[in-house]
């Protein structure tokens, strides 16, 4: 049984162009190279058609984890949760009490992280102290610095 994995409506419509793009760019792509390959004569000792073959199985391989995903994906529906705590998709404004740095992180999938973004994975330190709590409340979270305490200044959609 795979693993059933959650997405944003944003990311599970990216997971689906990006299998579009192997299914009808990539794939005739590679056919076309072993046709080629195969014009070209002998098969046993040729180089670029073991190539080409190799990239076909890669390819098939990706593409059929891509479907799996796909088949076992979930869509979050933000219009269902409360707003009243920190939960996944959240957008959480937290205040370093050592330091009072403000920092701003959305609470993402793990599949969906981009820290660049300003989007933590639910799975990581930060938000996995974060969850569940509220405005106002304090979370004592174990980095690889060492042990910080953040206060929760604000939570939006």
């Known amino acids: 049984m795979d693993e059933v994995k959650y997405y944003t409506k944003e990311g599970f419509q990216k997971l689906k162009e990006e299998l579009e793009h192997l299914e009808s760019v990539e794939r005739p792509d590679i056919s076309k190279q072993?046709?080629?390959?195969?014009?070209?004569?002998?098969?046993?000792?040729?180089?670029?058609?073991?190539?080409?073959?190799?990239?076909?199985?890669?390819?098939?391989?990706?593409?059929?984890?891509?479907?799996?995903?796909?088949?076992?994906?979930?869509?979050?529906?933000?219009?269902?949760?409360?707003?009243?705590?920190?939960?996944?998709?959240?957008?959480?404004?937290?205040?370093?009490?050592?330091?009072?740095?403000?920092?701003?992180?959305?609470?993402?999938?793990?599949?969906?992280?981009?820290l660049k973004a300003g989007k933590i994975s639910v799975s990581s330190p930060i938000a996995k102290g974060l969850l569940g709590k509220k405005v106002g409340d304090t979370a004592d979270i174990q980095v690889p610095a060492g042990k910080v305490t953040f206060e929760i200044v604000e939570i939006s959609r």
Do not use: H
């Not at 990239?55 to 076992?72: D, P, V, Y």
């Not at 330091?99 to 981009?114: I, Q, R």
């Open 34 to 114: 072993i046709a080629e390959a195969r014009d070209k004569g002998d098969l046993s000792e040729n180089a670029e058609y073991d190539a080409a073959k190799n990239a076909q199985g890669m390819l098939e391989l990706q593409i059929s984890k891509l479907q799996s995903e796909i088949r076992n994906a979930r869509i979050i529906d933000e219009s269902k949760m409360d707003t009243s705590k920190v939960l996944i998709l959240s957008v959480v404004k937290i205040k370093n009490l050592k330091n009072k740095a403000v920092m701003t992180y959305t609470l993402v999938p793990e599949n969906e992280a981009d």
